[in-house]
């Protein structure tokens, strides 16, 4: 059983700093990926950042240099830093995660997902 809850998001004004995080239930182990996907109204889910096992660390090209994903496995949290938010940030987040060492960006790939957390900025 592997279970994600989310929390973090809220509404925030651009150039805003918010930091989400996601707990992680069961899913340990060797070879996992974690990450984070936003989704907007009407759109897919697009992959935003991921972090593997060992800490190796991707972003879109839209949030590199302003988001940073990590983690703290002794609390089993994932966490998304968001800084300089654009009003294009805007949408319901997830985390998600895959137990393998191969990491995808194809929200398809990822079996185990969070209720979400909505980030809304203003300009």
């Known amino acids: 059983q592997v279970d994600l809850v989310e929390s973090g998001g809220g509404s925030v004004q651009a150039g805003g700093s918010p930091r989400l995080f996601c707990v992680l239930y069961?899913?340990?182990?060797?070879?996992?990926?974690l990450g984070w996907f936003r989704q907007v109204p009407g759109k897919v889910r697009d992959w935003v950042a991921g972090?593997?096992?060992?800490?190796?660390?991707r972003y879109t090209d839209s949030v590199k240099g302003r988001f940073t994903i990590s983690t703290d496995n002794a609390k089993n949290t994932l966490y998304l830093q968001m800084n300089s938010l654009k009003p294009e940030d805007t949408g319901r987040y997830y985390c998600?995660?895959?137990?393998?060492?191969?990491?995808?960006?194809?929200?398809?790939?990822?079996?185990?997902w969070g209720q979400g957390t909505q980030v809304t900025v203003s300009s």
């Open positions: 069961g899913g340990s182990g060797d070879g996992r990926c």
């Open positions: 998600t995660l895959r137990v393998t060492s191969d990491c995808s960006i194809r929200a398809a790939m990822y079996p185990y």
């Open positions: 972090i593997d096992r060992d800490g190796l660390t």
